[in-house]
């Protein structure tokens, strides 16, 4: 299975939300460079324990771009959590939600933090037959 790999930049913004959920609800903005070339939109609702460094997150973002050379959009589902700072991430490709040249598109998604702030990304693919 291919790895793509390359740097990110993401933009967070609050949306309104219900007074009475725990929950925070966010736009999400990427700009993706490296062997996956995209930009995304996408809404994250989040969840932050009164424990220090526990939260969780679910997330869908529609992706649009190109990847060896095939052009077309993908939408990622995101269910992630830290558990006392320790990170467990799930963020895979939805089955069948790849068009164009992406149609047929599967994988997974990896997102690693430096410690300046930067994000880069792996993400093991499998692209569908070409028609």
Sequence with gaps: MPTAKGTFSVKITPLAGEE??????????????????????????????AVEGSAGYVAE???????????GSFVFQHASEMNRGAPTQSIRVIPDSG?????????????????????????????????
């Design 20 to 49: 009475d959920m725990p929950f925070a609800r966010m736009r999400i903005d990427k700009v993706i460079s490296g062997d996956l070339e995209a930009t995304t939109v996408g809404q994250m609702m989040a969840f932050r324990s």
């Design 99 to 131: 068009t164009d040249g992406l149609a047929g598109l599967s994988g997974s998604f990896v997102i690693t933090i430096d410690a300046e702030g930067g994000h880069s990304y792996g993400f093991d693919y499998e692209l569908g037959q070409t028609t």
């Design 61 to 71: 973002e529609i992706v649009t771009g190109s990847l060896e050379g095939r052009s």
